[in-house]
């Protein structure tokens, strides 16, 4: 059954409250009035979606997010509609019929005549007279439905050069081909929620064989569940057509919200539309899944049973989301499978227990031994262990490893399994990032040794919380020569950080080192370790700081922390200096304001992001696919 949301505030982590210095922002975020709606009534509840929704926008400035309560899709722009009225409307509203007396039913004797009131009357006025305009008072009558005959259709030559049925130019193309044009017409989520979607393409299924297969292909390939009664509805029909599962390759929850139909569990209850034993069946009839993407809002669903057909039951998934899963019931579920009989090696490659909190130390004990074939791998804030992480099998080849927040683990041995495990020699994302207010991963002598090791294959690092010394950064100038994302721990001065992007004065004179300099490819600086008594204004934008000038470009993005957001927000002098502001939740960024001279803006897509398209994510994405619902919030709303 859909879990119960008690409010949006009290039921959340205090980590999803807005805190109270961003909300003071004296400039407005266009994106969140076109959210809002124009009267004054509250929402409907179908119009609701997940708290907390976060989609990104792309636009001129970076970081530039949809943010409400109301998902980002729930509201979409109206259509045009024809505003001219149809020969029945025009007849109907515009004439009058005045029955004769002696027959008061009989519409053939009496008489049709402009009403009264009716002012433009188009009917009989556009009679012509002596030729000079065709007539159309028949079009009129038929309207009205008192003509006596209808007119004949006019036979339609064929085309001798039209191809034969099934042999036109579109039905020649590839199945790849056609997928990919018909992918863009395929909405995931409908607009509000719950109105029907894809209705365009129900015509595509009735055009052709070729068509209907490529069409079906694209309406089934990947499965996003916003609310309970589209999945089922999809349960329905794969249950019907047991062919159609076999399409599926993808189910997305992270839209999902258990609120849009049912503002109350025993609604829900009720109604029984996703329960562990309907998503359990669902994954019976999917037998070729690829990816399942779970979130906070589904944990109480995921039995034993299910959480055993995800692991064993399913040959060919790749990827395993459970993103912010942290009941009670999901920890027991987990804990049941353990004593089962496991394989040697699971097929799984991407796996998120991302914030999975409640997780004890004997399921990663268990389950990361077998990960043979893991290439992401996002433990960020579990109880992961040391043993635990040194168990990944030397075959895995990872490429994006989140550590953030993994309290259980001791510097000494993540810096040994950076430097010595071949399953890590090819990162390219990692976040080793925590909250220095309530734990340290490493001190100056830990950083020392961890960053000469870690690869070259490296595009984006956070050391966020670490404590550091000015001594690191003559280590961190080789990587900012990759590295496109970097968060910086603590304690550093701003002539220290300037020191990233400018070669350093030759005391001697000798100009080698400056005409050897090669440019950094740094894209976005995470500052948010650093308080605005640390970083004030004048030091920022001083005259001796090279950080906000042209100089550090492509430099486009600055994290900085909310009470330096406060106080930058409220000065005009920002833009001038060619900068702007923007905040998403708990986070704010510093953004460099784009000049058409200098050409397109780049709109930060890269292929490690796998979908997302904007600086500073805490996730690591599991499917290719754009970001949004609640996965969007754990990505780019939080701290950590």
Not at 538 to 565: A, C, H, N, Q
Not at 609 to 632: D, H, L, N, Q, T
Request: hydrophobic share 35%; net charge neutral; charged share 25%.
């Amino acid at each position: 059954m859909d879990r119960t949301i008690t409010s949006p505030v009290v039921g959340r982590p205090n980590h999803l409250r807005r805190s109270s210095k961003l909300k003071q922002s004296p400039i407005p975020n266009l994106h969140d009035k076109m959210d809002q709606p124009e009267s004054t009534t509250p929402p409907d509840k179908s119009t609701r979606s997940s708290f907390s929704s976060v989609r990104e926008v792309d636009s001129e400035i970076a970081q530039n997010f949809t943010s409400t309560k109301v998902s980002s899709y729930s509201q979409s722009a109206e259509e045009a509609i024809e505003d001219r009225p149809s020969p029945l409307e025009m007849a109907t509203t515009q004439t009058q019929f005045v029955p004769p007396v002696t027959r008061p039913n009989s519409k053939l004797q009496g008489c049709w005549f402009p009403a009264v009131a009716a002012e433009g009357f188009q009917g009989w006025k556009q009679i012509g007279v002596k030729g000079r305009q065709a007539s159309k008072s028949y079009g009129d009558l038929q309207a009205l439905k008192i003509v006596w005959s209808t007119p004949a259709t006019p036979e339609k030559k064929k085309d001798p050069e039209r191809p034969p049925p099934g042999l036109s130019p579109i039905e020649r193309l590839p199945a790849e081909i056609l997928g990919q044009i018909i992918d863009h017409l395929v909405l995931d989520v409908p607009p509000n929620g719950v109105s029907a979607r894809n209705v365009d393409l129900m015509s595509l299924l009735l055009t052709s064989r070729t068509l209907h297969s490529a069409t079906l292909n694209a309406l089934y390939k990947n499965i996003t569940i916003p609310h309970s009664r589209i999945f089922r509805k999809f349960l329905s029909h794969v249950s019907q057509n047991q062919e159609l599962g076999t399409i599926v390759r993808r189910i997305d929850f992270s839209h999902f919200n258990p609120t849009t139909l049912f503002s109350t569990a025993s609604e829900r209850a009720t109604t029984r539309n996703l329960t562990p034993e309907t998503l359990l069946q669902c994954l019976e009839l999917t037998p070729f899944l690829r990816e399942f993407l779970a979130q906070e809002y589904v944990e109480d669903e995921l039995s034993a049973d299910v959480l055993r057909k995800l692991l064993f039951g399913l040959e060919r998934l790749q990827g395993l989301d459970f993103c912010g899963c942290s009941s009670t019931s999901f920890k027991n579920a987990f804990q049941t499978i353990i004593s089962s009989d496991w394989p040697d090696n699971l097929g799984i490659t991407r796996l998120s227990l991302h914030k999975c909190i409640t997780l004890p130390a004997s399921v990663f004990e268990t389950l990361l031994p077998r990960l043979g074939s893991l290439t992401h791998l996002d433990l960020a804030g579990t109880r992961v262990t040391n043993e635990a992480l040194q168990s990944i099998p030397h075959n895995a080849r990872i490429t994006h490893l989140n550590l953030a927040k993994c309290r259980l683990l001791t510097a000494d041995v993540v810096i040994d399994f950076l430097a010595n495990h071949p399953a890590v020699q090819e990162l390219v994302f990692l976040s080793l990032g925590v909250d220095a207010r309530s734990h340290q991963l490493f001190d100056e002598d830990d950083l020392t040794k961890l960053i000469p090791v870690l690869p070259h294959t490296l595009r984006s690092l956070s050391l966020k919380g670490g404590k550091m010394a000015p001594s690191h950064i003559d280590l961190l100038r080789p990587l900012t020569k990759h590295l496109e994302e970097l968060a910086l721990g603590r304690r550093l001065k701003i002539s220290d950080i300037d020191r990233l992007f400018i070669p350093d004065e030759s005391k001697d004179g000798n100009l080698e080192e400056q005409l050897e300099w090669v440019p950094q490819t740094l894209k976005y600086l995470d500052l948010s370790d650093y308080t605005a008594t640390e970083l004030d204004f004048i030091s920022l934008f001083g005259r001796d700081t090279y950080i906000m000038k042209k100089l550090s470009s492509p430099l486009e993005v600055i994290e900085i922390t909310d009470d330096l957001y406060t106080r930058l927000a409220k000065s005009p002098v920002v833009k001038l200096l060619g900068w702007t502001v923007t905040e998403n939740g708990s986070r704010a960024w510093l953004v460099r304001l784009h000049e058409p001279k200098d050409g397109p803006r780049d709109s930060g897509l890269r292929s490690w992001k796998m979908g997302a398209s904007f600086w500073g994510m805490r996730k690591i994405p599991i499917a290719c696919a754009e970001v949004g619902g609640m996965y969007g919030s754990y990505m780019f709303k939080r701290k950590l």
